[in-house]
Every structure is written in structure tokens, then in C-alpha cells.
């Protein structure tokens, strides 16, 4: 679904639950693999699930847009790192919140700002967090959420510019 405003595209996708469902990885990157654990790890805590993929304009994107079980409107981005463990053997291995840099931040606030504005709610009533999901190489063979949990883990930071 495709809608234009003020001169500024937004992007809706929305997925089928996976929970219980087999899953079809064949050809999707890791990115998308991890937003769809990420979205079934939430939705577990109790989170609803708003949006997903939500883009405010040509460079501004939030991976997952959800209430949290108290209420509160959270802009989660995702950021996946396939686990080598040749490298992390070596004591080197990314964190991945590396990539949460002043300019990311940047635009995660205006996307946050966009679609409070486009949906009349409270400018600042909301908080960020990022969910980071390291993946064996395995992942690519998993059939369900289930198996996905045996070769990803996700380390959960809430409030991350606060």
C-alpha cells in the first residue's frame, strides 16, 4: 500500500505471522530475517505490532513501529551481524550498535516525527530502542520461528539516545 503526501512517500508493508507457520528463507537477506524474529520476540512480550518497513520519505526508515506492553510508542531499529566464528575466536567481533551514529539518529527522529505528525499523536511521546541479532550461518535452513531460536540471538537495548 502506497500512500503520497506532502511530496513525501511512505512505505506500509505488513507480513504474514510466522509464529507457528513455515517459513520460506530462501533468497531473503539476513536483515529481513532478523526484523521478522525481532517482530515475533516482541509480539512474545506482549508488543503490538504497528508497522514495519515504515519509510517517512526517501531516506528515513523505521524497522518496526510497536506499543509496548505499557502502552508506549517505541521506534525499534534492527541491526543484524552474521556471526563468523573465526573472527569472534579472534576477540574481534562487531557489536552492531556501531552503526547507531549521530546521522542515524538524525533520521530515525525524523521518521518518528513524520508519522506522529501523520497520525495526530504527542511529538516526543516515544522512545527508540535497538534489538541486535547475531545469526549462525544455520539460519538460512530454518523452517519455523522455532529453529530460527536455535541459531539467532538478539541482545534488546531500550531507550537508546536517552
Known amino acids: 500500500m502506497f500512500y503520497e503526501s506532502d511530496s513525501v512517500k511512505q512505505t506500509h508493508k505488513t507480513e ?10 530462501n533468497g531473503l537477506p539476513l536483515a ?6 525481532v517482530a515475533e520476540y516482541l509480539t512474545n512480550l506482549g508488543w503490538k505490532i504497528l508497522e514495519r518497513n515504515w519509510h517517512a520519505g526517501r531516506f528515513s526508515e523505521a524497522d518496526i513501529i510497536a506499543r509496548d506492553e505499557n502502552g508506549e510508542l517505541v521506534f525499534i531499529e534492527v541491526k543484524s551481524r552474521a556471526r ?32 506522529m505528525a501523520k497520525n495526530s499523536l504527542i511529538p516526543d511521546a516515544c522512545r527508540f530502542d535497538a534489538v541486535i541479532v547475531f545469526a549462525k550461518r544455520e539460519y538460512k535452513l530454518a523452517n519455523t520461528i522455532e529453529d530460527l531460536t536455535k541459531c539467532m540471538q538478539l541482545h534488546h537495548v531500550r531507550n537508546i539516545f536517552g
Open 84 to 115: 563468523n566464528y573465526e573472527v569472534s575466536n579472534s576477540g574481534f567481533i562487531e557489536s552492531g550498535f556501531e552503526c547507531l551514529h549521530a546521522h542515524k539518529k538524525h533520521k530515525l527522529i525524523h521518521c518518528a516525527n513524520f508519522y
Open 16 to 25: 504474514a505471522n510466522v509464529h507457528n507457520a513455515a517459513l520460506d528463507l
Open 32 to 37: 529481513r530475517v532478523s526484523e521478522m524474529f
